[in-house]
């Protein structure tokens, strides 16, 4: 596979890969009589000249010349390909790579375009499509004793976001609290992750009101799912919150049709955690990492909470419920308050959380808000690290006035302009002082506590919440890396930040 790009002469090979210059020369001679125009996204097969050793030859386009060569770029243009390859057992990626990160980024790219999701297919899935099974990646430039972590660290990452993938696309009817719950014992088996699963019973027990009250109207009852991940080596402790609601119908408060057909997915903030404790694992990320999967199924029936109960979440704290669809923010609040028990040095939550976040940003950007802006922008960094995008967005204190209950702590929704950063605001009213600190984490407190992460006497635990409602799912066309359906997102941010964390301390 060799790359090409767009230029005002026409197109052109970009200059890398263990290509014999007369070959390189007769393919770039060709390549208008091919079609190919160099452009993002574009991938085109043509036979191989015979001096090589493959069957086809495939060009994948970066887009204009003038636009530099970066990780993303390689990464898309890989995923893109190999995304189109099915069928072909083995690919030879020569696109540019000349430093790790770009390596890395062609390796990643390349295994993140080889997947399917099949296990509702009653017939074994064709040859013609079966994703690429292996990919040669061709390097130059780069250490040799660098690369063995290179490819490691890809097929870590990558099968963590393929698992991220295949849980958002399996039917609810089968993923529900208690088999999720199941799931994540499986997948820790092995790895130096303690697995604690807190069912109905234990829940009750713990006074988690918000998961009670949102699983309460589903026949398969909430989970808890706690995962510790405590390397001898580590400083710091962060603490991953994952929304998992494994079908969100609204409730009560019932969505209509179409607004539900892609609900299936509204535990992606689950499957993303899950994944990068785990991946977190397996790299040995000398970070002490407690996971939090918050699991519920949100259904309407004689037993769902109804719109104005008022409920009561880990901690004390009152919410009135005046929309069950605004359920995740409630399971939220009783995962933060028991991530915030332990005493982590930061708080990660990721969630699905709302539909103006899809408004705001669309399908292909998260939102990243929190108490703290540092700590938010290494967040965002950490996703363009990664190569997933991410925009920081605020969480302005004035609209706080906008939860206020008549009879509890607070409502459940807020102002439905900025409905995104109404959810934030709630989800920060359960993100206590750190341990040690003075006060007491009562309404009173909670409500004086601005959300930049202070209220001028306690500073809060740095914490950020990320909304992915938006780029968990992909309703339209694959593109780059992207496939339809569940996309996995933000499982390799999460495992970089872990990284920075480790590497530069908080
Ligand atoms: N899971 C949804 C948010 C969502 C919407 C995710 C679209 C992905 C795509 C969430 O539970 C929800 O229903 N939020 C409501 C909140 C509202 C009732 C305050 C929303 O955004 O409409
Ligand atoms: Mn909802
Ligand atoms: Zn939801």
Known sequence: MLAVVSDTQGPRLLPQGPLPPQIRAAVEESLETFGVTGATGEVTRVPAPQQLQARVLVLTGMGPAQDDVTGPSLRRAAGAATRNLSGLDTVALALPTGDADRAAAVAEGALLGSYRFDRYRSVPTPAAKRPVSAVTVCVEGVDEALLEGIVTRS?????????????????????????????????????????????????????????????????????????????????????????????????????????????????????????????????????????????????????AQRPSDVITIRGGKTVEVTNTDAEGRLVLADALVAACETGPDAIVDIATLTGAQVVALGNLISAVMANDDAFRDRVCEAARAAGERAWPMPLPPEMRASLDSSVADLGNVGDRAGGMLAAGLFLSEFVAPPAGAEGTAGAEGAAAQAPDGSDGERPSIPWAHIDIAGPSYNTGKAHGCTPVGGTGVFVRSLVRLAEDLADRGL
């Open 155 to 303: 097929q870590v990452l990558v099968s963590a976001v393929h698992d991220a993938r295949d849980l958002v696309n399996t039917s609810p009817a089968d993923l529900y609290p208690e088999t999720f719950a199941a799931h994540a014992v499986e997948a820790a088996r092995g790895l130096p992750v303690d697995v604690t699963v807190l069912d109905e019973n234990a829940l009750a027990e713990g006074a988690y009101g918000g998961l009670i009250a949102v699983g309460m109207g589903s026949a398969r009852p909430p989970r808890l799912v706690r995962l510790d991940y405590c390397p001898q080596a580590a400083r710091l402790h962060l603490a991953l919150v994952g929304k998992g609601i494994t079908f969100d119908s609204g409730g009560l408060s019932l969505k209509p049709a179409k607004g539900m057909e892609n609900m299936k997915s509204d535990m992606a903030g689950a499957a993303a955690v899950l994944n990068a404790v785990l991946a977190a694992a397996r790299l040995q990320v000398p970070v002490r990492i407690t996971g939090w999967l918050a699991l519920a199924e949100n259904m309407p029936s004689g037993t």
